[in-house]
């Protein structure tokens, strides 16, 4: 069983910027994942960080998820050994991990953000093939010139 908690990136178009909305699911035993942020705010075309804080994990998974649509494997990562895999669905994007003696994170690095990123981005302690739950869906609208 899975406990969901929400964070959201919005990056206001009429700034000129792009909404990214994020979505982090955590499990609900003793290993626990939240979001560092519930808000942040970032230009398009620039590199945003979306970071999670988690008590321990043996691997670590990144989804998007369109509106309308299947949620979408990105990356794996497999703290013990030091591994990570992407997916290739995205070239722009990359991952760090964090420890300190009080918490772990890990981010997942977008690079050059755009509008078309606008999805629901969550982090996993386990594999999720299906996420349900009360979720937000943003509606994107491009600049106009």
Same mark, same amino acid.
């Given at each position: ?6 964070? @959201?990136?919005?990056? /206001? ?12 699911a955590?499990?609900?035993?003793? !290993?626990t994942?939240?979001?560092?942020? /519930?808000?942040?705010?970032a230009?398009?075309? *620039?590199?945003?960080?979306?970071s ?11 989804y ?8 979408e ?17 995205d ?7 964090r420890? /300190?003696?009080?918490?772990? @994170? ?10 078309? !990123? *606008? ?5 996993a302690?386990?594999? /999720?093939?299906?996420?349900t ?7 994107? @609208?491009p600049?106009?010139?």
């Amino acid at each position: 069983m899975f406990q969901y908690q929400y964070s @959201h990136i919005i990056l /206001t178009p009429s700034e000129t910027k792009t909404n990214i909305s994020l979505f982090f699911a955590g499990a609900s035993n003793a !290993d626990t994942i939240t979001p560092d942020k /519930t808000e942040e705010f970032a230009a398009e075309g *620039s590199n945003v960080k979306i970071s999670c804080s988690y008590s321990s994990a043996l691997s670590l998974l990144w989804y998007r998820q369109y509106p309308g649509s299947a949620s979408e494997f990105l990356v794996l990562i497999v703290d013990s050994v030091k591994k990570t895999q992407i997916s290739g669905v995205d070239y722009r994007l990359t991952t760090n991990i964090r420890k /300190t003696e009080k918490q772990n @994170h890990v981010d997942l690095i977008m690079s050059s953000a755009a509008v078309s !990123d *606008s999805a629901l981005y969550y982090c996993a302690l386990r594999p /999720t093939v299906t996420v349900t739950g009360n979720t937000r869906t943003l509606t994107i @609208h491009p600049i106009s010139n």
